[in-house]
């Protein structure tokens, strides 16, 4: 029916979580960490919504799903930032291996 | 498998996907980084597109594209942004990093590589909003209404966080 099969979707998601979670791993600058983790949010969404098209039994309910995990990624990308602005102004830094104060 | 317009989609926008990806690891500029993200994120909209889910798709590009990306460069500019991200992190590190996540990517991809549940004919194109707010008002109406309770702790909680708290205490 469809000549792009489903394990390509899925290749592809897989593809975007590996380069999202390198991101986060290794990135200094908190920002881009944070957006890395937004990458990796969207990667799943890929995967939900295959399998809602593509799945044992396809049906909305996957794209639901999206949507609800579309609008946490957007409060915890709000919620992260406001805690990083706070951070900057006491600590004068965005670097990551620099907010290690509980390290000592 | 043929050349058909579908694959030729998918293939054109799977790439702009993981070229937006693969610069966001290699730019140096923290500005740039997240305006090469805005390609991934269109891309992943127009994959939605392909797989029959139009209105996700129009919440891709106004909520991530749209408006979270644009969160993210406030945040760039009102933090220190001048300084080029350079890595201090050692390459071993990275190197292990990289390998962790290669073993990681294998041993996922060996298990969707040959998924293939034989495809039935879905009406999830024909109206798509319309079955999206059905199901959202009469199935889905609980976690919607939590969903609404999460965003107003959400804007509560971060206006707290990022208020300042010296100029209050000066003012009282």
Do not use: W
């Not at chain 2, 058909?4 to 799977?14: D, I, K, P």
């Not at chain 2, 990681?104 to 079955?131: K, R, S």
Request: neutral net charge; aromatic residues 10%; proline residues 1%.
């Amino acid at each position: 029916m469809s000549s792009v099969p489903a394990s390509a979707f899925l290749a592809l998601a897989l593809i975007l979580f590996c380069i999202g979670l390198y991101g986060a791993l290794t990135k200094r600058n908190t920002v881009i960490v944070l957006i890395s983790i937004e990458l990796m949010l969207n990667a799943v969404n890929i995967n939900l919504v295959t399998f809602s098209k593509y799945g044992i039994a396809p049906s909305i309910t996957g794209q639901v799903f999206a949507l609800f995990a579309i609008s946490v990624a957007a409060a915890e990308a709000a919620v992260g930032l406001a805690i990083l602005i706070s951070l900057y102004r006491t600590r004068k830094t965005v670097n990551i291996d620099e907010m290690d104060t509980m390290k000592n | 498998m043929t050349f058909s317009g579908e694959f030729l989609a998918f293939m054109g926008l799977a790439l702009v996907a993981l070229i937006g990806g693969v610069l966001l690891l290699n730019l140096t500029k923290v500005v740039h980084m997240v305006v090469a993200l805005i390609f991934t994120f269109v891309a992943i909209a127009g994959i939605y597109v392909l797989l029959s889910a139009e209105f996700v798709a129009s919440v891709q590009v106004l909520i991530y594209s749209g408006a979270i990306t644009i969160i993210m460069l406030f945040g760039i500019m009102l933090t220190k942004h001048d300084d080029e991200n350079e890595p201090k992190t050692g390459k071993l590190r990275k190197l292990l990093v990289f390998l962790g996540i290669l073993g990681f990517a294998f041993a996922v991809y060996i298990g969707i590589y040959n998924f293939n549940v034989e495809q039935e004919q879905t009406a999830l194109h024909e109206n798509n909003t319309m079955q999206i707010g059905k199901a959202l008002y009469s199935k889905y109406i609980i976690p919607f209404e939590l969903t609404s309770v999460l965003l107003l702790a959400a804007l509560v909680g971060s206006i707290i966080l990022a208020k300042n708290e010296k100029k209050e205490a000066d003012d009282e």
